[in-house]
């Protein structure tokens, strides 16, 4: 199986709140996620926040468009990655970042 793990936090430090930005009706993140399911070799898309407040509004999406997502270190990206990608069985892992 293959998952791709989607990054995302509303802390960018070049354009926060990115994730959330409405583009033409929906958010930079939903348009990332659209585009990985659309991917023929990818079986599951999840998304991997901090569980730093500024994150909630994050997983809220997520849980309203019925996606997976995982909270972890505000301030280790790859740890985030690392134990979502450990905790799901999944053998094979691709990242993208929003």
Do not use: W
């Amino acid at each position: 199986m293959i998952c791709a793990i989607i990054q995302a936090r509303m802390s960018s430090t070049r354009l926060p709140g990115k994730v959330l930005a409405d583009i033409e009706g929906k958010t930079m993140l939903e348009r990332v996620v659209a585009r990985r399911k659309r991917a023929k070799l990818v079986d599951r898309v999840i998304v991997a926040t901090s569980s730093g407040q500024a994150d909630d509004r994050v997983a809220e999406l997520c849980a309203a468009i019925d996606l997976v997502c995982f909270r972890g270190s505000e301030d280790d990206v790859l740890d985030r990655y690392l134990q979502r990608g450990e905790g799901n069985g999944d053998r094979r892992h691709c990242a993208s970042y929003c």
